[in-house]
């Protein structure tokens, strides 16, 4: 069993930056692709960014594309969302997530889940 842990959520003006992190446990770290996933008040959980295991493929949504970078260190057991040029539609519950295998854009994909870190974005 793995165990997720997400930091660095808060509050930030429209234009400002974060960066999540999201620290794992328990299982080989290099096994697992990883994504970011949102969910805003009243909506579904919507598919944010996926790594595959090596760090080598990324993927992302189109609304964040360009603005938004998944990466990861194995050594560290660690993934990242730096989040540039934030907007208030950014505003949401990030989660990440893990999964034995090739990387997936959607949710019901992923086995593994983290408890989810707050980001506010203010206009």
């Known amino acids: 069993q793995v165990q997720l842990v997400e930091s660095g959520g808060g509050l930030v003006q429209a234009g400002g930056s974060l960066r999540l992190s999201c620290a794992t446990s328990?299982?080989?770290?290099?096994?697992?692709?990883m994504g970011w996933f949102r969910q805003a008040p009243g909506k579904e959980r919507e598919f944010v960014a996926a790594?595959?295991?090596?760090?080598?493929?990324?993927y992302y949504a189109d609304s964040v594309k360009g603005r938004f970078t998944i990466s990861r260190e194995n050594a560290k057991n660690t993934v990242y969302l730096q989040m540039n040029i934030l907007k208030p539609e950014d505003t949401a519950v990030y989660y990440c997530?893990?999964?034995?295998?090739?990387?997936?854009?959607?949710?019901?994909?992923?086995?593994?889940w983290g408890q989810g870190t707050q980001v506010t974005v203010s206009s």
């Open positions: 328990g299982q080989t770290f290099s096994s697992y692709a």
């Open positions: 997530a893990a999964r034995s295998g090739a990387s997936r854009n959607y949710a019901l994909a992923y086995d593994h």
């Open positions: 790594i595959n295991r090596s760090g080598a493929g990324t």
